[in-house]
């Protein structure tokens, strides 16, 4: 991999995915999915590897989209979307048939939490706050959150989440069904690192076929609705809304919907 903001490495059975851009919050670019998806590729590939343990900075696991980068080279329409990075990234998660465990040391904004949703372990930093902020910049919701989300917390706090985009903090993931502990920041990746050793331990295609037979019922329900976000979420960036809401972030300004 070439991407200098992912860094990949595997040891002692565990291929970590680390996402080292703290000085843009760990902001993803197109270069940083598409690393992302090759790595968890390899990981995939590579028979010594047991686990994924993907993390972020301290203080931080990511902002979410670039959105310079993501208006200047946005993702096409219909299905070229699908072949665009962040959807490869995506695939790659969900195709990961090893155990994936997520150590979220700090802000997960956007596709920082949708991608949660896609672990097989989540533990989370006490300093940490989530949100799904699609819609507040005219989007709509992706990684198929708006089937996962309403499943694990019933609509109307689910809509909390997704329509007003509602921040919520790491014990209210734990509570929700998306993290399986809050730990000290400090102890959040060493913690999530511990769990990923202990699969050197349990035969290997066992945990495999036990996480196929997990994910096996909802699969093509996943599938399908990334499939319809990712052409509503194409079509929502070109809109007049969206248009409004990028120009106010980049202005520093709140976005004026009134005129729509």
Not at 113 to 135: G, I, N
């Amino acid at each position: 991999m070439t991407c200098p903001h992912i860094r990949f490495a595997v040891l002692d059975g565990v291929a970590t995915i680390e996402i080292a851009r703290a000085e843009k919050k760990n902001a993803l670019t197109r270069e940083m999915y598409s690393a992302m998806a090759q790595a968890l590729k390899e990981a995939q590939a590579e028979g010594k590897v047991r686990a994924v343990l993907i993390t972020g900075q301290p203080g931080i696991f990511t902002s979410g989209n670039d959105i310079e980068d993501f208006m200047s080279r946005p993702p096409g329409q219909g299905s070229d979307a699908m072949d665009s990075p962040v959807f490869q990234f995506m695939q790659a998660l969900l195709s990961c048939d090893k155990p994936v465990i997520a150590a979220v040391t700090g802000a997960a904004i956007g596709i920082g939490t949708t991608l949660l949703l896609h672990c097989d372990f989540v533990y989370v930093s006490d300093e940490a706050r989530l949100a799904m902020p699609f819609v507040s910049l005219g989007l709509v919701p992706e990684f198929a959150s708006s089937l996962v989300v309403p499943q694990l917390m019933g609509h109307r706090r689910a809509a909390e989440k997704l329509l007003l985009g509602d921040p919520f903090t790491a014990e209210q993931a734990v509570e929700c069904g998306i993290a399986n502990a809050v730990l000290p920041a400090s102890e959040v990746v060493n913690h999530a690192r511990r769990v990923a050793l202990r699969f050197n331990a349990l035969p290997p295609g066992a945990v495999r076929e036990a996480k196929q037979l997990m994910r096996a019922p909802q699969r093509e329900a996943v599938l399908k609705t990334i499939r319809e976000e990712g052409a509503l979420f194409g079509a929502r960036l070109r809109s007049p809304e969206a248009q409004e809401a990028f120009q106010a972030f980049f202005q520093k300004r709140k976005p004026d919907f009134s005129q729509f």
